[in-house]
């Protein structure tokens, strides 16, 4: 026999496997108000009677009867009992099943994140009384316009600025904490010699709840401007960033079927104390699917109000599109609808009223033209040169909304902000929609497609340095080169140097020095950490390179290319410094460093 499961991995079974996500493997379910309907798996019947219900995770069958949740439903589905109906949802869901009787290797890592759910509610005391002794702290949060309400219902709370004082009160007396605990829940980092420190130290302290409430880790911010200004808890066994997000347990609560996502703290906080409840922070702007299913399981739309000067677009872009992928209604905040000088939703709430901010949601941009607005600034259309790489991307975009009705408001939509023939839009439309590949090339665009007008805001137009074709493809390769050391951070202490040798381009190596910073200081290095501090051009050319470093990527054959395009970037550069020299003085120099490079490459 396999034994008893316990109650917190039921829990945790039940919470990874979204019921419409299962259901709709045997089902096939549409929407129709709060609930999915299908034909029943369980009796035959010719017009839908089969009702799930997300948010309540429960199924209904008004021809026969039959209902529960999503264990039962499989019980059903699959002719299993009880246990071999979990045991399905766990194999699922990649989750092993700890059997009380001792059958599975899982019970030391259930053991460890239940203590350290116990251990974050002491350390949650510890820094609640942090921020009673703290005139500093507590000034500091009332200066963003906290009350003590709002204080309390997140459970603010302040670390001393003390090398030691949480993991001693832990570890010592009453409490008898292990030091290795310590280091596992994240509170305390290891010395050389063995003992042990404080993570967080002079930091107002930020408890991060599950969608239950309960304490799964936090969050410290500066009060002053030292870096790094946040600093959060590492993963744990019982925190894992992808799968959480910051005030959900109570925005689940709010009865709004609409959640606004931001990306910090303190905009979530700001929102809730001005009554809107429906707020969340995403830890991060790179959103997860597993964040997604989070959201999918309250909510019916979702409003991205993401600070408009981080990393952004692309990234952006690619939660709208996660978030769209499980039946979610997406748009995105524009703030500059009431005051285009704030940047993020705490700033504008400190100037402006909730009205102010939900006039700003209520027109809230869709996501077809908010790619297309990227597509403009990457390919601006009054360039002749850049105009059919514009139309190209709004074709592709246009062409992936599945409604023809849909299509055709945003064709015309385009046509008439960005003064395009209509018509011919909507043939390459159609094209691409039917499979065919619209023909889009330089003839077809100074005759199909006729420029009648193009809207340009020259105070938001970029200014930028056009690149030779060789500087173009270097450029790209020093960015797979930083790619490929996100995806190896190992690799980082190897060839941090190299790259600081030979990048040519200054955001490139920008970039390259806060890979090496974030390796040197234990942060998680990925590739979606990259855009974080990215401006929105820089992002998208970096995502642009995503798919193009892969498993089989070596650093050295990225350094050996890099090195071939920098010397003819360089020698198109010099060459043509020295033809365009006007006295016998700028055509001795020129040729004196053309000379030089062409020397240094043959060492």
């Known amino acids: 026999m396999a034994g008893r499961i316990s109650q917190v991995q039921i829990d945790e079974i039940i919470d990874r496997n979204d019921i419409v996500s299962v259901v709709g493997e045997y089902v096939h379910l549409k929407r129709s108000g709060a609930n999915y309907m299908g034909l029943c798996p369980f009796h035959n019947e010719k017009t839908p009677s089969f009702s799930v219900n997300e948010s309540k995770r429960l199924f209904k069958c008004f021809g026969c009867g039959k209902g529960g949740g999503v264990v039962q439903f499989i019980m059903l589905a699959e002719n299993l009992d009880y246990i071999g109906s979990l045991e399905f949802l766990a194999r699922r869901a990649g989750i092993e099943i700890k059997y009380e009787n001792g059958r599975s290797e899982n019970d030391d890592k259930l053991k460890l994140k239940n203590d350290i759910l116990s251990l974050n509610e002491k350390a949650q005391a510890f820094f609640k009384d942090g921020l009673a002794r703290s005139k500093e702290a507590q000034n500091y949060l009332a200066g963003r316009g906290l009350d003590r309400e709002t204080v309390n219902k997140f459970g603010l709370g302040f670390a001393p600025d003390d090398w030691e004082q949480l993991t001693k009160v832990c570890t010592y007396g009453a409490l008898g904490v292990s030091p290795e605990l310590m280091v596992s829940a994240g509170l305390s980092l290891k010395r050389d010699n063995g003992t042990c420190y404080d993570r967080f130290r002079n930091r107002v302290m930020f408890p991060i709840f599950d969608e239950s409430g309960r304490i799964v880790a936090f969050g410290g911010r500066v009060m002053d401007k030292s870096l ?103 748009r995105i905040l524009k703030l500059g609808v009431v005051d285009s000088e704030v940047k993020d939703p705490d700033e504008f709430l400190r100037k402006h009223s909730a009205e102010d901010f939900m006039l700003c949601v209520e027109k809230a941009e869709t996501l077809v033209n908010f790619k297309i607005e990227i597509a403009a ?227």
């Open 228 to 330: 790094p200004k946040y600093m959060n808890s590492p993963e744990t066994a019982a925190y894992n960033k992808g799968s959480h997000l910051y005030a959900l347990n109570f925005a689940r609560k709010s009865g709004s079927k609409q959640v606004i996502i931001v990306e910090g703290y303190m905009d979530a906080i700001a929102l809730h104390q001005k009554g809107i409840t429906s707020a969340v922070a995403s830890l991060g702007t790179a959103l997860t699917i597993g964040q997604a299913r989070l959201l999918k399981r309250y909510f019916e739309e979702v409003i991205i109000g993401y600070d408009s000067d981080s990393a952004g677009q692309t990234a952006t872009v690619r939660g709208m599109e996660i978030l769209a992928a499980q039946g979610l209604r997406v």
């Open 377 to 603: 600034r990457r390919y601006p259309p009054e360039k002749e040169s850049e105009l059919p790489d514009f139309i190209r991307q709004t074709v592709k975009i246009i062409a992936a909304e599945p409604s023809a009705s849909v299509r055709a408001v945003n064709i015309a939509a385009v046509s008439k902000k960005y003064g395009i023939d209509e018509v011919s839009l909507k043939e390459d439309v159609e094209a691409a929609v039917s499979g065919d590949a619209p023909i889009i090339n330089t003839e077809r665009i100074h005759g199909a497609y006729k420029r009648v007008q193009y809207r340009k805001d020259e105070d938001n137009a970029e200014q930028s340095t056009e690149l030779s074709p060789d500087g173009k493809r270097l450029d790209r390769l020093e960015k797979r080169m930083i790619i490929y050391l996100a995806d190896n951070p190992s690799d980082i202490p190897a060839y941090i140097d190299k790259c600081r040798e030979e990048f040519c381009f200054e955001d490139n190596k920008n970039l390259a020095n806060i890979l090496h910073s974030w390796y040197i200081n234990g942060y998680a290095v990925k590739r979606e950490t990259l855009l974080v501090d990215c401006s929105s051009k820089l992002s998208s050319e970096l995502t642009d390179e995503f798919e193009q470093v892969g498993s089989m990527t070596t650093a050295a054959e990225l350094l050996k290319n890099l090195k071939k395009f920098r010397f003819k970037y360089e020698y198109g550069l010099l060459t043509e410094n020295l033809r365009s020299a006007r006295t016998p003085e700028e055509k001795s120099a020129a040729m004196k460093k053309l000379n030089e490079l062409i020397r240094s490459s043959r060492t």
